[in-house]
């Protein structure tokens, strides 16, 4: 699941006072607030403290047509199914039928736009799992916010105990599958690029996305408090 807040969550935006455009995306963009900020929420369920959450950000300089929203969708859906082998087969993972469009400066939503069902993601594992615990991806970005580069985190809780070595820590195979799934998630084609969001401060107007431009996930378990981020 991803956590949201301060500093980041995932999602992407480089913002500058003058919008420069070149022919290709790239993380070389500046953008005004007003660029479109994009969430998708998966919904995990099937274990103890379930439901719980994981919100992914997409940016586009233009409103993504119905075919863009759902190649974005699917291309979300094959990063989970690259995990199914660690996950437990009583994880299911729901996709959502719509994409909130939010604003990027204040988090107000602004419109919701729809997306073709996409079929669950299930665990493939019979082996026991501890429901508040599994590994988690860093998304980095080349955005600084105040003095800080931009980053986000997506907890992948709970993982079936076959993720785990026997000191506690991730097999090398499992940690290797996570990156390359994150890895592909970042490496966009198709114009909603992933992003990590900056929430803006309490009644604010300063929130800040940005590309994710690389993905890592470290050899250690995660614990992940809250099922509604």
């Not at 919100?55 to 993504?64: H, I, Q």
């Not at 075919?67 to 959502?96: E, W």
């Not at 990027?104 to 501890?130: E, Y």
Request: hydrophobic share 35%; proline share 5%.
């Amino acid at each position: 699941m991803t956590v949201e807040g301060r500093p980041a969550t995932p999602a992407a935006l480089l913002y500058g006072k003058t919008p420069v455009f070149h022919p290709a995306f790239s993380a070389s963009w500046a953008y005004e607030s007003g660029m479109p900020l994009y969430r998708m929420k998966m919904t995990w369920t099937g274990f103890v403290g379930s439901p719980g959450y994981t919100n992914l950000y997409f940016l586009n300089p233009e409103e993504p047509t119905l075919a863009i929203r759902d190649t974005t969708a699917g291309r979300v859906r094959t990063f989970f199914q690259g995990l199914t082998s660690y996950l437990s087969n009583q994880v299911n993972i729901a996709y959502p039928s719509e994409m909130e469009h939010i604003d990027t400066a204040t988090g107000d939503l602004l419109d919701i736009q729809p997306l073709t069902g996409q079929a669950n993601t299930v665990g493939t594992q019979t082996a026991g799992f501890s429901a508040a615990v599994g590994a988690c991806v860093t998304w980095n970005t080349e955005q600084i916010v105040n003095g800080r580069r931009l980053r986000g985190r997506t907890f992948l809780v709970p993982l079936a105990s076959a993720a785990y070595q026997t000191d506690g820590t991730l097999i090398d195979t499992t940690r290797t599958s996570i990156n390359t799934a994150a890895s592909a998630l970042c490496n966009y084609n198709d114009n909603l690029v992933l992003s990590i969001w900056h929430r803006p401060s309490t009644g604010g107007s300063d929130g800040v996305a940005a590309e994710a431009s690389s993905a890592s996930v470290r050899d250690r378990t995660a614990v992940l408090r809250s099922r509604r981020d």
